[in-house]
């Protein structure tokens, strides 16, 4: 009678830990959906990063033969059934990458508890599913707790995705090291490192070694008669299974993805990318204590702790969660080794967090154990009593989820400031019609955006490029790239007002691909957050001015007067030994601080540059990082850019005003510009003094009116023409004499 009891107890446990499951599953699912009701329009975002490799494959492309995915392989493997599933849409691709943040969130959780409390496989999912909805799900505790939004949202570069690589890698070790000694258990490792390489640059080599690392250990002390032959096994079947799916991943273009990921993006990504602070950066070996910031310092600890238990215990869930644990450190220490610091341990923050909550929870556990005589029974109606409140949380999360769901859905619906596009599945805003209809009507356009966004998305096509973006056109991907701009019909770079840091930054790094657009295109469309240029009919030609370069090769100077934008070609070197970077004032990129980053290992690059009244006409080189090496100009040559157009060349003041008092600062109603409100315009612009234009009239300022941040310059005779008159930034002041000398 007892033991039927028990069965049926066990049977009503395991009920309701699938119920829990099923419950979670379904949360996870009701959140997705909503998340892609309404279409992202942030191309930087990246939705459109993800969705450009989604449908790349949905395509029949495979990386290494048409494309490059940054992201890595796996991510975009691991998310690509989803995909499929969910209606191959950008829609799809936006729930597709939800889904599987989520479901590695849970499932990363859901670890953790296992290799702690050693519950059964069910309880442990249902209990990771509690707290993964308690920390992460609700948003009331994600704000709260900025460490568990990590496991919210895919962020810009899937870096939730890329981190779960170590808990599916910790499960197969775990089922591995219950199997019994054997050849084909370790053929299966050595597979598991074969298809660890193939997840992403940053953790892909660190977990393959440490997948290696551990086996040695378990097969040294635990097998030491044969754990040469186990090794043995791992190691060639690791190198061979990596190979082969290489080999057909990529259609048979393996060196190709392994040159762009290991040659092209690992030489470039240190200079390219921001930051450039040095305290961001490590240049030498002695920094590299940098790498245990403030925020590494909890999760560190966790781990210290972790290894104490290891030791203590000698239990393999415990050397299992420490690996766990060290794996997605060594990720992170992989990417900020590679780059910056501070944007890749999300993972190691989120893994210590849980890790540590769930250590204080066992704590408890023993010390109830050890103060409470709890029978049996008692424990079991505990844990059923838990377990019904799990299920019961969860199901009525997810039925209110699902709720929430349907009323956006009917919102959506029913909105008039919304309209549905079926080409995306899902819902843009109506500011946004006027734009898809644009696209429409550009199917079989040959375009090239500087970063895959809406036009490309909604005719699923794909630049000539290999890659999503200029930011990933690395190495000599980018002079591919480059050579690819005159064949195509169409190109489209983000405005300064959507993003102003990142386009300034962009405008600066990725001046090859700007320079011919503002050599030889015009727009032909201004989307919310884009312009769509088409070919010009004829090529601007922009005036030579004179570059001076510095005698100790400092910098250059710009034999002009005029303020504004000029395209410089600079030739340079450097040398020293040691990790540097260099870097090229140009008064326009904010993120380098008004400086741009050049090649490390290239001696000639392109740039533009802003002359401002404040900034003169100098533009100096520095290295940064290393005092050892010095760097210098060897000769420069500079062309003045005259088109004017401020969503793409944004000077920091507001000589390019357009609406409907202004014309690129010039007025529309009256004789007049403005300038900046500063001390140098109030000195130079006062009555009685004369205004040369770029045409080479002359006017006389008749009046003078502070207007806030600006001032309104008044001038004698007729209103100005802006496409004779020019821009104010270009104008220069002349004494009464000498302008009555010419008169």
């Not at 970077?581 to 050049?598: P, R, T």
């Amino acid at each position: 009678m007892i033991e039927k009891i028990n069965k049926s107890r066990d049977l009503f446990i395991r009920l309701l830990a699938a119920g829990a499951i099923l419950s979670s599953v379904a949360l996870i699912v009701a959140h997705s959906l909503a998340s892609s009701i309404n279409i992202p329009t942030f191309h930087l975002d990246g939705a459109f990063q993800t969705a450009s490799g989604m449908f790349r494959l949905d395509a029949g492309q495979l990386p290494g033969r048409n494309f490059f995915p940054y992201l890595g392989i796996g991510p975009l493997l691991l998310i690509f059934p989803f995909f499929k599933m969910a209606g191959g849409t950008l829609a799809a691709s936006v729930f597709a990458a939800k889904f599987t943040t989520l479901s590695l969130g849970w499932i990363a959780t859901s670890v953790i508890f296992h290799l702690i409390f050693r519950a059964s496989k069910l309880c442990s999912l249902a209990a990771g599913a509690a707290l993964f909805a308690l920390l992460s799900l609700i948003p009331e505790a994600s704000h709260l707790f900025d460490i568990f939004n990590f496991a919210r949202e895919p962020g810009n570069s899937l870096r939730p995705i890329r981190s779960g690589a170590p808990y599916l890698a910790g499960i197969c070790l775990y089922l591995l090291l219950k199997q019994q000694q054997g050849k084909w258990r370790d053929i299966l490792a050595g597979l598991l490192v074969g298809v660890s390489l193939l997840w992403s640059n940053d953790y892909a080599i660190s977990m393959a070694l440490l997948i290696a690392v551990f086996f040695l250990g378990v097969c040294y002390l635990k097998e030491r008669p044969t754990w040469k032959k186990s090794m043995a096994v791992i190691v060639i079947t690791a190198i061979s299974s990596w190979a082969a799916m290489l080999l057909l991943i990529t259609g048979g273009h393996p060196l190709e993805f392994i040159k762009y990921n290991f040659v092209d993006v690992a030489n470039d990504q240190w200079w390219y990318f921001s930051s450039y602070q040095p305290s961001k950066r490590i240049f030498e070996a002695s920094q590299v204590t940098r790498i245990i910031s403030e925020k590494n310092d909890f999760p560190l600890g966790v781990l210290a702790v972790v290894l104490l238990c290891v030791i203590k215990t000698r239990r393999i869930e415990f050397a299992l969660l420490a690996w766990i644990g060290i794996s997605l450190f060594a990720g992170g220490a992989v990417a900020s080794l590679g780059g910056q610091l501070g944007k890749y341990f999300g993972g190691f923050y989120y893994w210590g967090a849980v890790t540590a909550i769930l250590l204080a929870a066992k704590a408890l556990q023993i010390l109830a154990s050890r103060t409470i005589q709890i029978s049996p029974g008692i424990a079991h109606s505990i844990e059923l009593c838990l377990l019904t409140i799990t299920f019961g949380a969860l199901f009525a999360g997810a039925a209110k989820q699902w709720m929430n769901y349907q009323q956006a859905s009917e919102i959506a619906e029913s909105d008039s400031g919304r309209f549905y596009v079926p080409e995306f599945g899902g819902f843009l805003a109506t500011g946004w019609k006027d734009y898809i209809n644009y696209a429409r009507s550009h199917r079989d356009s040959k375009i090239i955006e500087e970063y895959w966004g809406i036009l490309s998305s909604l005719n699923r096509s794909f630049p000539s490029w290999p890659v999503d973006a200029a930011i990933h056109a690395l190495g000599e991907v980018r002079q591919t790239a480059q050579s690819k701009l005159a064949n195509a019909d169409l190109l489209v770079t983000t405005r300064f007002s959507t993003e102003e840091s990142w386009q300034q930054w962009s405008l600066s790094q990725n001046f090859w691909f700007y320079e011919e657009v503002l050599s030889r295109w015009e727009p032909d469309y201004v989307s919310p957050t884009t312009i769509v240029w088409r070919k010009a009919s004829k090529e601007r030609a922009y005036s030579a001015v004179g570059c001076d370069v510095a005698k100790d090769g400092g910098g250059f100077t710009l034999a002009s007067d005029a303020n504004g934008f000029y395209a410089i070609t600079v030739n340079y070197s450097a040398s020293g030994a040691g990790r540097y970077l260099l870097m090229q004032k140009n008064n326009i990129s904010a993120i380098g601080d008004g400086y741009v980053s050049l090649p490390i290992n290239g001696s000639t690059a392109s740039i533009p540059v802003l002359k401002t009244p404040e900034s003169g006409s100098f533009f100096d080189i520095k290295v940064v990082g290393n005092s050892k090496v010095s760097a210098s100009i060897k000769s420069c040559s500079a062309k003045q850019i005259t088109y004017q157009n401020d969503e793409t060349l944004h000077a920091p003041w507001s000589f390019y005003l357009t609406d409907d008092n202004w014309d690129h600062g010039v007025a529309r109603r009256w004789a007049g510009f403005i300038v900046p409100n500063i001390e140098l315009y109030v000195r130079d612009f006062v009555v009685g003094n004369y205004v040369k234009l770029e045409n080479g009239d002359t006017r006389k300022v008749v009046d003078v009116k502070p207007a806030g941040k600006y001032l309104n310059v008044y001038v004698e005779g007729e209103i100005l023409i802006p496409g004779r008159a020019g821009v104010p930034s270009n104008y220069v002041i002349v004494a009464r004499q000498q302008a009555n000398a010419k008169i």
